[in-house]
């Protein structure tokens, strides 16, 4: 079964071949799930006797699982049928980031047990705080580590009182590593 990013745009193929003596217009519509989710439609013409690829743009579900993918094919109004392709598609866990840091002190020392919260953009800070995000603490070779986070821009705190040290990233899939972070205490 071919496999799939959630929300990847691709283009399904679709070989649609007119068997009789006289020409007809077509639309062809491509369904997926078993609640037949309408994906994409075409409007086409084929004369008779002939058959021709049909390109149908696709923006794949959100929802990681396994999808059966069906094709209607329709003339003037009147249904023709519905057909089950020969592959469902599988879409995958959308892609994660791990984020890996380390806090030193001022005398460039790590720094252990120092409180390390994370916030996705998009969450405000409110005074120079992040209270809606992540929080762990740095082991005692001061690095911290968060694990299967969303992509996107992050703000990233190492309290350091009276404020804390605030600093942004951009995670990509895979490990990203940052820092050092240095306390000014």
């Known amino acids: 079964m071919p496999e799939f990013s959630p929300g990847e745009a691709k283009t399904a193929i679709v070989t649609m071949a007119n068997p009789t003596v006289v020409a007809f217009d077509y639309l062809v519509e491509l369904y997926m799930g078993t609640n037949l989710a309408l994906m994409a439609s075409k409007d086409f013409h084929l004369e008779a006797g002939e058959a021709k690829d049909i390109s149908l743009p696709v923006t794949m579900p959100s929802v990681s699982g396994t999808y059966p993918v069906y094709i209607g094919v329709f003339s003037s109004g009147v249904s023709i049928g519905l057909y089950k392709a020969v592959e469902d598609v599988v879409i995958g866990p959308p892609p994660v980031a791990s984020l890996q840091g380390t806090v030193l002190n001022h005398e460039h020392e790590p720094a252990a047990n120092e409180l390390v919260a994370i916030q996705k953009d998009g969450l405000p ?54 820092g050092p972070y240095i306390k000014s205490d």
Do not use: C, W
Not at 140 to 168: E, K, N, Q
């Open 125 to 178: 800070l409110k005074d120079h705080r992040i209270y809606d995000g992540l929080q762990t603490f740095t082991n005692t070779s001061g690095v911290f580590y968060y694990s299967g986070l969303p992509l996107g821009h992050y703000a990233i705190a190492i309290y350091d009182y009276p404020y804390p040290l605030i600093r942004y990233v951009d995670l990509h899939e895979g490990l990203n590593i940052v």
